[in-house]
């Protein structure tokens, strides 16, 4: 019942919103190439399906190859410098001018690298540039969080690095490495649609090359559509990871 409650209301708003717009769009007679009701963005899901469900799938295929590649590149970096003072000094800044420069400005040199017949490998790679940062970031803060009694503890002991770290630290930072995860799937998809906007080839055929191609041909209504794959394969893609978070540290954090 009261998941039932918490559900209503968003359900509730979401009908009224989409009720005005409808009645909004007719009374107005408002053109549907500029702003189309929701029955004619959901007849357009329905007839463009054969399209978009394809193109939705290969956005979330390298949206996941870039988050698994993100995880591995970024936590692995975290635990290595964690290791050395002098390792971190010297990456830290690297990482954020990776985080800070924007994919537009890298994705020319990103393409000439992949080429154009292998856009797909290129997409993957600025997503996953997208997607670095938190988990660095937040892998590497959980790593240094942990408490001054039991680190001085573990120097009484005369802990090595790696016991410091297996049994210390990494528990420590499963929190933090959570919350970075979490916040690199959404970038994952966000930097997959943005790197093949950006990359100027429909090879790849994601959702990104749906939009363009529906917005070039004014087919808003199939336009907004693909964004409603998109919404929706965001917000599958955030719960399965809180619910994926909640589990472990349910388990391994036992909280």
Not at 33 to 56: C, G, K, M, Q, W
Not at 75 to 91: T, W
Request: aromatic share 8%; with cysteine.
């Amino acid at each position: 019942m009261r998941a039932f409650a918490r559900v209503l209301p968003p359900i509730l708003l979401a009908a009224v919103l989409l009720a005005v717009w409808e009645v909004a769009c007719r009374a107005l007679a408002v053109p549907a190439y500029f702003l189309p009701p929701p029955s004619a963005v959901a007849t357009a899901l329905v007839e463009a399906a054969p399209r978009l469900i394809p193109s939705a799938g290969r956005t979330f295929m390298m949206a996941m190859q870039a988050l698994v590649a993100a995880t591995a590149i970024g936590g692995g970096l975290a635990l290595i410098v964690s290791l050395s003072p002098a390792a971190e000094r010297a990456v830290r800044p690297l990482a954020t001018a990776v985080q800070v420069t924007p994919v537009v400005a890298i994705a020319p040199l990103v393409l000439i690298w992949y080429g154009l017949d292998n856009a797909s490998g290129a997409v993957v790679t600025l997503a996953a540039l997208v997607a670095f940062f938190p988990l660095f970031s937040g892998v590497l803060t959980g790593l240094k969080s942990a408490e001054p009694d039991l680190e001085r503890l573990f120097d009484l002991y005369g802990a090595t690095r790696l016991q410091r770290l297996w049994r210390l630290r990494l528990p420590s930072a499963l929190p933090y490495a959570l919350e970075g995860f979490r916040v690199a799937a959404g970038l994952s998809i966000i930097g997959a649609v943005v790197a093949e906007f950006v990359s100027g080839s429909g090879a790849a055929q994601g959702l990104a090359w749906r939009l363009l191609e529906a917005g070039n041909r004014l087919r808003t209504a199939e336009l907004m559509a693909a964004l409603v794959w998109l919404a929706v394969m965001g917000a599958a893609l955030n719960a399965a990871v809180g619910l994926l978070a909640d589990v472990v540290r349910r388990r391994v954090v036992g909280r």
